[in-house]
């Protein structure tokens, strides 16, 4: 019998430490607040269309964490509610009835989505080149929370006239993080400007080129006539966790001047950040970073 | 004799694989109590050696802490996260109450002179021991760190502790129906 009360009373000395240490891991581990990433995106505020595209925003928030958020009002631009929603649209009408607690578990914490459905503005609001840094969150218990967003771009469609000079041949991405975009130039061309202002946001995360040359070399080049531009991107790791985790939708404009002096823009999509591989110790080395920077 | 350790284990059965979260499985839960709880009482009446009836008072302990927890979960978990350990506590308190359960068991063949039969529930109560902690680390593991894989074996070797304990109590039963029926014979012709 005494071997027997030996593993017994191990047993729940186990327990007991076990559940204690637990409890301490549990509380160190806890995020007072969510925790926004940082977003680096160029948005396309589309007028015209009644429905526009989803904007996606990431957090990072305890791990069953059952508020979700329920609205977003950037402060940049007041009075305008966007609703929004953990869950992606229902299909079927079954598919919205999903209760569950939305989120990718890592460790103590989860990482969640928001969808910012419908992302459009008031005709009143000036949208074009305003940058939008700090948004007020709903949730769905009534409690919000101002937070920092990083940079969000806001730009309107430039209206094409009708000597446009290029023509799209082809675009692809893949899930590697590298894209290509393809035109072939109806006139020549010479490039006079490379500039975004997220590019410099970007370094160290995005490595983007026209015909193999880094944008900024690019400026001065000439595309003859019937010639083939091409911008391929490929996204990097990131130097510290900050910018690992940082989350990033880039749309660089090239600006062009033809023989007769006029100036022609053409924007370029599909640089994007792709689903990112978090890990416990991750998120906990991006919070703690990102603590520190306050 | 017998008829208590049957009412132990339809009782276990009850409380080990449904959680009080609904509300059927809550009252069905709260049956498997009474039953196991009776269980006890029976056994407390019947032997003639050994001490069950702290057993009960621990078996009310494992009941309230079961059914609170399960409760209160959902309410507690943000607010008091924690909470996520309570399976833990109810493992801990059913090992206490059955390993008390084998323990008097143990005592009362012992005392009836079967030594056999108490050494043979002694290695049933320390394999039944092992399984449970095994499943209490790693499950204290998972409700740490949420680790998908100590979850599945956590969760793994709590239900094989809780199978090897029902098939543990159903031998005791069946110990004890022959010990009643040879005592019964016994006691025939002499009438």
Not at chain 1, 202 to 222: F, H, M, N, Q, T
Request: glycine letters at 8%; a negative charge; charged letters at 25%.
């Amino acid at each position: 019998m005494e071997k027997n009360n030996r593993i017994y009373k191990g047993i729940l000395i186990l327990a007991a430490v076990l559940v204690l240490a637990g409890t301490g891991i549990v509380y160190y581990f806890r995020l007072e607040q969510p925790v926004f990433f940082a977003h680096y995106y160029d948005v396309r505020v589309d007028r015209e269309s009644s429905y526009s595209e989803d904007m996606i925003l990431r957090y990072v928030t305890n791990a069953y964490d059952r508020r979700v958020v329920t609205a977003v009002e950037f402060l940049e631009i007041p009075g305008v509610m966007l609703w929004a929603s953990e869950r992606e649209e229902a299909i079927f009408s079954w598919e919205g009835e999903d209760d569950s607690i939305p989120g990718e578990v890592h460790g103590r914490y989860s990482v969640r989505k928001v969808y910012v459905r419908n992302f459009s503005l008031p005709e009143d609001v000036e949208a074009d080149g305003k940058v939008l840094r700090k948004a007020k969150v709903r949730f769905d218990d009534g409690s919000e929370m101002t937070v920092d967003m990083g940079e969000l771009h806001l730009y309107e469609d430039e209206r094409r006239d009708e000597t446009h000079p290029f023509e799209h041949v082809s675009s692809s991405s893949s899930s590697d993080g590298t894209s290509q975009t393809v035109y072939r130039i109806l006139d020549e061309l010479t490039v006079t400007e490379a500039e975004n202002p997220l590019a410099e946001r970007l370094k160290g995360r995005l490595d983007w080129r026209l015909d193999e040359k880094e944008p900024d070399e690019a400026v001065g080049s000439i595309y003859g006539e019937r010639s083939i531009l091409s911008v391929s991107s490929s996204v990097l790791p990131g130097e510290d966790i900050l910018s690992a985790y940082a989350l990033f939708d880039f749309h660089p404009v090239l600006t062009f001047t033809d023989q007769e002096g006029r100036v022609h823009t053409q924007r370029f999509y599909n640089m994007r950040s792709q689903k990112e591989n978090h890990s416990f110790l991750g998120l906990h080395a991006y919070i703690s970073a990102r603590e520190a920077e306050k | 004799m017998s008829e208590g350790y049957r009412k132990i284990f339809w009782g276990t059965l009850l409380v080990s694989f449904l959680s009080p979260g609904g509300s059927i499985s809550l009252v069905l839960v709260l049956i498997g109590w009474t039953i196991l709880k009776a269980g006890l009482g029976e056994l407390e009446e019947q032997a003639q050696a050994g001490d069950f009836k702290r057993l009960g008072k621990i078996a009310v302990l494992a009941a309230a802490l079961s059914l609170a927890g399960g409760l209160l979960y959902e309410m507690l978990l943000m607010r008091f996260p924690p909470i996520v350990f309570y399976p833990i506590m109810v493992l801990a308190v059913e090992l206490i109450l059955f390993h008390g359960m084998f323990t008097e068991s143990i005592r009362y063949f012992s005392e009836r002179g079967d030594g056999v039969t108490a050494g043979k529930y002694r290695e049933k109560d320390r394999n039944f021991m092992v399984l449970v902690g095994i499943a209490v680390l790693f499950l204290s593991v998972f409700y740490t760190f949420n680790t998908f894989v100590t979850g599945l074996i956590g969760i793994s070797f709590s239900l094989i502790s809780k199978i090897y304990l029902l098939g543990s109590i159903h031998a005791l039963k069946i110990e004890c129906d022959q010990e009643e029926t040879g005592e019964e014979e016994q006691s025939s012709p002499a009438q």
